[in-house]
Structure formats: structure tokens, C-alpha cells
């Protein structure tokens, strides 16, 4: 277990150089960004040359890069242009997209697990049928369509939460965009679970907690369910890494201003290091999700084991 | 045994939920007195001398008052903290300054205060994005050279003669000067800036009404009432707390819910029910921006002599009534000259100064572009940026109306470009094959910075590359003019060479929109279409 874990953190670092290559690559694809910081006018030569020096763009792109990673590895990732260091906008974004995705998986969990526990144990039936349609409908409505219509409707025409969320991000306020977020979702982990329950129900180990006489209650929640989960395990633990990154939209709608603001930000006024350096920790958010989700794979079934 | 587990769990979802809401609040901080307001993220940091969007462009002028300021109403510059500003020449000034200003830090402001904030403005290694604001002041070259270091630390134009008088002189006679001097670029500075810069950026102390109660970058920026405000305009209101929204149809949800007092951008898309949402508290009113087309005049293609023809062919093809109403619901005015209509016709202002090339007129248009030798290459792209103020919209029906024009279904498309600063980089290489979007938005209301930045030849946002001596020789003429009436006849005059030329189609004068709420009252744009912040009244 332990050397699993130890070759897993060792795979993350050419995964950590790959990407970071690859996004500084593409974001120096986009162009300069010196052009766009004059507004409708032409940079000033004379100061838009000291700009450059300032941000190290007169480099090529390897020296770029190679700056770029030596100052990573000292802890600093560069400034943003308005003068702020990359690490502070982290320091006030990721805490705010972190709790986001948190009440996300909470809610995709809770009501996720449970709508696929009823429709699973009673599949074929009114309850499973509209529990699926139900599904089918909220998978096929964009984010951006579900984020507008329960804003307009919880925020203005009931007035029941407030339609943008205060720069604090209070967890009450993240209610609403963490349902919006976590409805896709919501609906993988119900048919997930639906299925998995579905199919289990009729195992032997079931009939057989039954026949020793279990209440019903505990032979669902300890023995079918733990063993039902281990696929829904699997997706919500990379749904965690994707909740975060897919942030954008629904950050963008409720005001939040969260990785997603940031990284929005970043593209519009191709601002490399805010870029680069928000990408790099999702990558590392994403690979350390997958690495907990396999180990948790042994705590639920203790027949999964590694060398 | 049942009954008890549900119980637990039940229990377990209940604190779930209790935690997800008890954790809240803190957002209830003082509201009474206090205004709020949607806000984009300025670009750089607060200093005056680096701000030259509108965003940041706002609060400088909440937090400064510098040696005129702009009439909220009407754009004419008065004196704020000048007594006077003399000159015989047009080329020297004497500025005095009032007594009894001061930052709200309790330093006074001095000569000095104007005197080492203008040269740190100028200054090459300050890397201030308004330096060439200062290029008209004697011993800018020498402060910021084209190329290599400075070879001075400060304008040699400037001079300080005691606390309250300072000399300016300029490298040539500019005589509408010190109308320029209510933009932001020419504010004061406390000596606190100099010493601590950091802590200043943190947190700007300016001369202003109001002052910065707490600045959290990205977020919110929250300014209180100076109590001790020297000036003539206190704010009416306690304070104003500037929010800032990556999109303005949050901001709009956020007003209709309540939540937000004031937006200064109200989304294209809710332009048709805005009325109906508001009522008389929709905001619709002319500002100082001006919509254009300007043509690459460095591609051969359309620079040669003889396209003059095609393109204002190009100009009467395209129906700027229509657009107007039904993109943009009347916020938007056809255009008939290359400057606005909040000039004022004292100011320049002259409706129809385009003459018949800016009248839509189908048939003269197909005949001039056939005359002119017909569009390059049989067709015409239209570039603008796609991220940012739906452009698309408006580049799409333009296209539209050229094609029914001509009869060609293909005569014209629009070139969207990804994002605003790859586009800036298409302009500054020069990389334009054909007409691009170019809207202006006046620095300060005069004719002349409707003409000169844009028209002049290598001017700063001269992106057409249009060279014209006679247009450049009238400018100077004008400029150098003592008479106020003199010089916007003379531009005027520079002005009709645009209209023979047409390196850029004028398309319309854009409107500022804005909604407020019912707890705020006395709600105003000014002509550059920024809310009038300190006359607001919370009722």
C-alpha cells in the first residue's frame, strides 16, 4: 500500500511538467498580452518594452518557461497584472471554489445516493420511472439554462436567497449555485447508484443477510450499499477535481469569484502566470482526488488490494 | 432498531443542513447611508497616472479632485482646486492654486502635491500606461525617450514657484491645455504615495469626498463619506460599496432582486424589458463615446487613391436607423460627424458635418463603390473582438444591411477575433486586411480629443494609420488657436477632411445606460457615462 502510494506521488511529477508546459504553451499561443493593457490605444513603445522586461515576456518561450518553473518551486508564481502575486489570488479563490464544490457533492451525494437507493430497490416501478425521466431531463439542460432559471426564480420572483453571492461566500449563500453545479452530476450518481443496487439486490450475500434474519434497514445500508458504491465512489471522487475546474459557468452566474472568476479573468486578459498557475493546481486538486478515490476502494472492499 | 437509525440519520442531515447555513453571514455590515454599485475589475492598479479605463477611471474620480473638473451635466471643465490658470502665449501657464485642500491623510495640497505627481506620471521606469498624457510639457523626451533610459528624472517644463503656484510650459502652443486637466492622469499625490507605495496601492488615500474604507481586490471596494471633504461637493450619501460582477446580467438579477442599488451597464439582452422592469428608474442618456469603422489605410488595397470612393460607399450602404432601433432599442444615435453630441455645438459638435455619405442610401452606394474600383478582392470583413460588449450583434446586422445594399449576399462578414487583446495585437501589427471595429471614448470633452488621438498622423490611438497633412496642419492650427471659437471652427475644418477621406465610418453616438433601485434617488450620468456617485441620495 504504502509503495502504491508512493509510485502514484512520483507519476504526479512529469503529469505536473507535462501540463504546465502544455497550458504556458498555449497560453503564449494566444498573442501578447501588452497590446491590451493600453485600452483603445497603441502601447506607448518606450513603456510597453519595460512592461515586457517587468514580466520576463522578451524571453523565448523555453527561457519563459524555464523562469516560470524556477520561480514555482520557490513558492512564487508570478504576479497578476493588476499587482497582485498569483498566490494571493489563490489564497482568496481556491478556499471559495473549494466550499462550492464541497456543498455540491454533499447535495449530489445526499439526494444522489438516496433517489437511487428508492429507484433501485423498486425498479420497474411508477417511482424508478420518474425518477429516470427525471434524471434524463436535468442531464439534458446546460448548466448556463438550470443557473439563469433557478437565479431568476429563488432570487427575484420568490426572493427566497439572494440571486448573487457576497464576496465572503457564506456557505448558506453557496446553496443555490452548489444545487446548480451539482445537477448534472446529481443525476449520474442517482443512475449510478440505481444500477448498482439494482443489480446487487439480488445477490446471494443479500438473500443471505436476509435469511439470517437482518432488519431490512441494515441489510440495505451495510451490506448492499457499501457494496453498490464502489462505482459511485469512483465517479464522485473525479467529479471533485471536474467540480472545481467546471466551476466557471456557474461562478460566472452567481457572482462568485472563485477559481473559475480567476481563471476567466486570466484567459481574457491572457494573463499567463494567473493562467498557468490556477491550471497547475487543478491538475494537482484532480490527480490527488484520483489517488483518494483508489485508496478508498480498499477501505469499501477490503478484497481490493495493491502491492 | 429501525426507527432509531432513521433517526440518526435524519439527525445527521439536519446538522448537514445546519452547518451549511449557520456557517453564513458577515455580509450584514452597516448598509444605512451607504450605496451599491455593480463594478468591473480595473485592469491596473488605482494610481492615476496608470488608469486609463473606466472602471478604474470611476473611483479616481471619487477619491481626487484635481486642478478642474468636468461639469457632471454639462462637460465643461471649471476650476476645482485651481484658482487660475494663466497664459499669454498658449505655450506657458502660471497655475495658482485655492487654499484649504487637503488629502484625507491631513497632508495639505501644494504645488508639490501636482508638481512630483505629474513626474512620477511621466517618468519611463514608473511604466504609467497615461505617461504620454505629459508629452505636451517641455522635457517629456528627456523623461521618456523612445528607446534606451531616461536621461531625466523630471519635466523640466515643470516648475514649482512656492506653495501655491506652479509654472507649466509646453513644447508647443496647445491652448485648450488646461481643459485637459480634469482627467485622471493629472491628479495630485500625497507625499504617502511616494514613501510607501505598496500601502498607498492597498489602500489609495486621495483629496476626494470619499475615502477607501477597505479594498478587497476583485471584490469589492468600499468607499465611506470624507467627513472633512474641503470642496464644494460633499457626497449626499454615507458611502458607496463598488462590487465587482464578471457579468452584468447577474448585476441586472441582483438589482431587480433588491440586492443592488445601482448598474451602470444594463445587458444588451435586457435593454427591451428594462423599461418595463424599472420604470423611471432606467437611465438612457448620451455620453461621450462614439461608435466607428475604421479602415486599415496602411493596406494598399484600401489606401490607394481613388478608395475614398468605396469607402464611403461603404458608409451610405449601411442603414444606421434600423440598427439602431432594433439592436441596440434606441440606445444608440445615428451618427453624422466624428465627435458627440455631449460636446455640445459650443464644444464642436456638428449634426451633419458627414454630409450625404453618412445618409443610408442603397443605390448611390452600390454606383460609388463600382466607381472606386469595387470592394478588394469582391468582399469585406468587418474584424471585432468576440469576448467582450456583444459585438457580434451589431457587426452582424452591419453586414446585413451592406449585403442587401449591394445585392450580394456575400459582400461583407464579420471577423470575430477571440479576445480584446489579441485584437489589440492584430491593430498594433497592423495586421488588419479590413475594416475593424474602433469605438472612442472621449478622454475629456473636447473636440480636439475626438480628433487628434485618432486622426493625427502616428497618434496614439491612430490604428487606421490615416496620414493626412492638411488634416495634421489644421490640428496644429487649432491648437494653437487662443480663441476658443477660432479653434473648434478650425477643427471643424480638419474635421471635413474626415468626411471626404472617411478613413473611419462614423456609426452611431452610444448612449449610457443605467438602473438604480427605490432606495436611491437623485441618480445622473455624466457625459463620459459614469454614475454621478457623490450627488446619489439614499432615501
Keep these: 500500500m504504502g509503495r502504491y502510494v508512493i509510485r502514484r506521488l512520483l507519476q504526479m511529477i512529469p503529469v505536473f511538467i507535462g501540463s504546465t508546459f502544455l497550458i504556458f504553451f498555449m497560453v503564449y499561443a494566444l498573442g501578447d498580452p501588452v497590446a491590451a493593457m493600453f485600452g483603445d490605444r497603441a502601447p506607448d513603445p518606450a513603456t510597453a518594452a519595460q512592461i515586457r522586461r517587468e514580466l520576463y515576456l522578451d524571453a523565448p518561450l523555453w527561457k519563459q518557461y524555464l523562469h516560470y518553473m524556477g520561480q514555482i518551486f520557490q513558492g512564487n508564481f508570478g504576479t497578476a497584472f493588476n499587482g497582485q502575486p498569483v498566490t494571493e489570488l489563490m489564497a482568496s479563490a481556491f478556499p471559495v471554489t473549494l466550499r462550492l464544490a464541497l456543498v455540491a457533492v454533499v447535495i449530489e451525494m445526499l439526494v444522489g445516493i438516496v433517489l437511487g437507493v428508492f429507484s433501485g430497490l423498486r425498479r420497474g416501478r411508477d417511482i424508478d420511472t420518474t425518477v429516470l425521466v427525471l434524471t434524463l431531463v436535468v442531464v439534458s439542460i446546460p448548466t448556463f439554462v438550470s443557473g439563469y432559471l433557478l437565479q431568476f426564480l429563488f432570487g427575484v420572483q420568490w426572493a427566497w436567497a439572494a440571486p448573487s453571492v457576497a464576496p465572503e461566500a457564506p456557505l448558506n449563500e453557496l446553496l443555490l449555485p452548489g444545487l446548480v453545479l451539482a445537477l448534472v452530476s446529481l443525476a449520474y450518481v442517482t443512475r449510478l447508484t440505481r444500477t448498482s443496487i439494482a443489480e446487487n439486490a439480488r445477490a446471494d450475500y443479500v438473500r443471505t443477510a436476509l435469511a439470517k434474519g437482518l432488519p431490512r434497514h441494515r441489510v440495505i445500508t451495510r451490506h448492499l450499499l457499501r457494496n453498490s458504491l464502489i462505482p459511485v465512489v469512483t465517479f464522485i471522487g473525479t467529479d471533485i477535481g471536474a467540480l472545481m475546474g467546471g466551476a466557471i459557468v456557474t461562478e460566472r452566474i452567481f457572482n462568485i469569484h472563485g477559481v473559475g472568476y480567476q481563471l476567466y479573468q486570466g484567459i481574457l486578459r491572457q494573463n499567463s502566470p494567473t493562467v498557468v498557475g490556477f491550471v497547475t493546481i487543478l491538475v494537482l486538486v484532480f490527480l490527488l482526488a484520483n489517488l483518494l478515490v483508489d485508496l478508498l476502494y480498499a477501505v469499501l472492499d477490503p478484497r481490493i488490494r495493491y502491492a | ?539
Design chain 2, 1 to 539: 432498531m429501525r426507527r432509531a437509525t432513521c433517526a440518526k440519520w435524519g439527525a445527521s442531515a439536519v446538522a448537514v443542513a445546519l452547518v451549511a447555513t449557520g456557517c453564513g453571514g458577515g455580509s450584514g455590515a452597516s448598509r444605512s447611508g451607504v450605496v451599491s454599485a455593480s463594478w468591473g475589475d480595473p485592469q491596473n492598479p488605482l494610481e492615476p497616472a496608470n488608469t486609463n479605463e473606466v472602471q478604474g477611471g470611476k473611483v479616481l474620480e471619487m477619491l481626487f479632485r484635481g486642478l478642474k473638473r468636468y461639469n457632471p451635466k454639462t462637460g465643461a471643465a471649471e476650476n476645482v482646486i485651481a484658482d487660475r490658470i494663466e497664459t499669454k502665449d498658449s505655450q506657458n501657464f502660471t497655475v495658482t492654486l485655492k487654499d484649504g485642500w487637503t488629502f484625507s491623510n491631513g497632508e495639505k495640497v501644494t504645488a508639490k502635491s501636482f508638481v512630483d505627481a505629474w513626474n512620477y506620471g511621466a517618468l519611463l521606469s514608473n511604466k504609467q500606461k497615461n505617461a504620454p498624457f505629459f508629452q505636451y510639457i517641455d522635457g517629456f523626451a528627456q523623461v521618456h525617450p523612445d528607446t534606451g533610459s531616461p536621461r531625466a528624472k523630471t519635466l523640466s517644463g515643470l516648475a514649482v514657484k512656492d506653495d501655491k503656484t506652479f509654472t507649466v510650459k509646453l513644447n508647443q502652443k496647445f491652448s485648450t491645455w488646461p481643459d485637459t486637466l480634469g482627467y485622471a492622469a493629472f491628479m495630485p499625490l500625497p507625499q504617502a504615495f511616494f514613501r510607501d507605495h505598496d500601502a498607498w496601492i492597498g489602500k489609495p488615500v486621495g483629496n476626494g469626498p470619499y475615502t477607501v474604507d477597505s479594498y478587497e481586490k476583485g471584490s469589492v471596494l468600499r468607499m465611506r463619506k470624507w467627513d472633512k471633504y474641503p470642496g464644494d461637493d460633499p457626497a449626499r450619501n454615507g458611502g458607496i460599496d463598488l462590487r465587482v460582477y464578471t457579468d452584468n446580467n447577474t448585476a441586472y438579477t441582483d438589482l431587480q432582486a433588491g440586492n443592488l442599488d445601482l448598474v451602470d451597464d444594463v445587458p444588451a439582452a435586457q435593454l427591451k424589458n428594462v423599461r418595463a422592469d424599472l420604470g423611471g428608474r432606467y437611465i438612457n442618456q448620451p455620453a461621450g463615446i462614439i461608435q466607428t469603422l475604421a479602415f486599415p489605410m496602411y493596406d494598399k488595397r484600401w489606401g490607394r487613391p481613388g478608395a475614398e470612393k468605396v469607402r464611403r460607399g461603404l458608409s451610405m450602404a449601411i442603414d444606421r436607423d434600423q440598427i439602431t432601433r432594433e439592436i441596440f432599442q434606441k440606445t444608440r444615435t445615428p451618427a453624422t460627424d466624428w465627435t458627440s453630441p455631449v460636446l455640445g455645438p459650443k464644444g464642436g459638435y456638428k449634426p451633419g458635418l458627414c454630409g450625404e455619405a453618412c445618409e443610408f442610401h442603397a443605390a448611390k452606394a452600390k454606383q460609388l463603390i463600382k466607381e472606386g474600383g469595387g470592394l478588394p478582392g469582391g468582399r469585406v470583413t468587418l474584424a471585432y473582438n468576440a469576448d467582450t460588449g456583444s459585438h457580434k450583434d451589431w457587426i452582424d446586422a452591419l453586414c446585413n444591411s451592406i449585403n442587401k445594399s449591394l445585392g450580394e449576399d456575400q459582400a461583407c462578414v464579420g471577423a470575430p477575433v477571440g479576445t480584446f487583446a489579441d485584437f489589440r495585437n492584430k491593430l498594433t501589427a497592423r495586421r488588419m486586411s479590413g475594416p475593424f471595429r474602433a469605438g472612442w471614448q472621449m478622454d475629456y470633452p473636447l473636440i480636439q480629443n475626438f480628433l487628434q488621438p485618432l486622426y493625427y498622423t502616428n497618434a496614439s490611438a491612430n490604428d487606421g494609420k490615416f496620414s493626412n497633412a492638411s488634416f495634421d496642419k489644421l490640428v496644429n492650427q487649432a491648437n494653437a488657436e487662443t480663441d476658443q471659437k477660432k479653434a473648434v471652427a478650425t477643427f471643424q475644418d480638419a474635421e471635413k477632411i474626415l468626411a471626404t477621406q472617411m478613413p473611419a465610418i462614423p456609426l452611431w453616438y452610444q448612449n449610457g445606460s443605467g438602473g438604480y433601485s427605490d432606495r436611491i434617488s437623485n441618480v445622473a450620468l455624466n457625459p463620459f457615462s459614469v454614475p454621478v456617485y457623490d450627488d446619489i441620495k439614499v432615501n
